[in-house]
């Protein structure tokens, strides 16, 4: 079955560490998101992808970094910069970018926490 | 802001009742989406209606549009312990390649 792999479910970050969730894909989908999550919040959107070797920043980039190398994986970084990381991070696929009208597919979430 | 908002926050209805839950938002868009997110879970993509559609059905789900006064329903009919979940609508901002979501609405459905 075609969908979108995020691991791992639970991190655990040390106070300067810097994490990597990682996302993948296999239904073939040009553009990729990634997401933020705090409890009883919407999402805001911290990087999108809308192909290969090419991203720009959403709403909330600061203290985070992605690359896109394949098609298949956005793999996101939280920096040592980021200061309050504790969230569920969500990662989104696309055929197209939101402005095509296109539904985004979800992966199943990582939660983040500061040891 | 042109961040969706849903109402009310939280939603709690015996099972075979209907949930309404509505979204307003605040700027043009050429399409809005909702979604279900189980605890814990991602998002679940259930329906997409474009700016010139009024209303669209898929199953027990049933989805208005009034752009005039920028707001979306989302019905849900016959209610089942498992629609319990998070509603979110999404709305793309036209010429951009942001999705924006509101905050959502929790809906308890009590068997």
């Known amino acids: 079955d075609g969908g979108i792999t995020q691991s791992p479910k639970y991190l655990f970050r040390k106070e300067g560490q810097n994490v990597t969730l990682s996302c993948e894909q296999n239904l073939n989908h040009d553009a990729m998101y990634w997401y933020r999550q705090d409890p009883g919040q919407g999402l805001r959107l911290i990087y999108y992808?809308?192909?290969?070797?090419?991203?720009q920043k959403g709403d909330i980039a600061e203290g985070y970094s992605v690359s896109r190398e394949k098609k298949e994986s956005f793999p996101l970084t939280v920096t040592s910069a980021q200061k309050n990381p504790t969230a569920f991070y969500l990662c989104a696929s696309s055929v197209e970018g939101p402005g095509r009208n296109q539904p985004q597919h979800f992966g199943d979430g990582t939660r983040l926490s500061i040891l | 802001s042109q961040q969706g908002e849903e109402d009310p926050q939280a939603l709690s209805i015996q099972e075979g009742e209907n949930a309404t839950m509505n979204c307003s938002y605040k700027t043009s868009i050429n399409n809005l989406q909702w979604y279900r997110q189980n605890s814990g879970r991602g998002l679940v993509h259930l329906i997409l209606?474009?700016?010139?559609?009024r209303e669209k059905h898929s199953g027990r789900l049933r989805v208005t549009l009034d752009t005039s006064k920028k707001s979306s329903s989302l019905l849900i009919t016959a209610s089942r312990a498992a629609d319990t979940a998070s509603y979110f609508c999404?709305?793309?901002?036209?010429?951009?390649?942001?999705?924006?979501f509101g905050t959502g609405t929790r809906l308890t459905v009590i068997p």
């Open positions: 209606i474009r700016s010139n559609e």
């Open positions: 992808s809308q192909i290969v070797n090419d991203f």
């Open positions: 999404a709305t793309p901002q036209t010429g951009a390649n942001n999705l924006f």
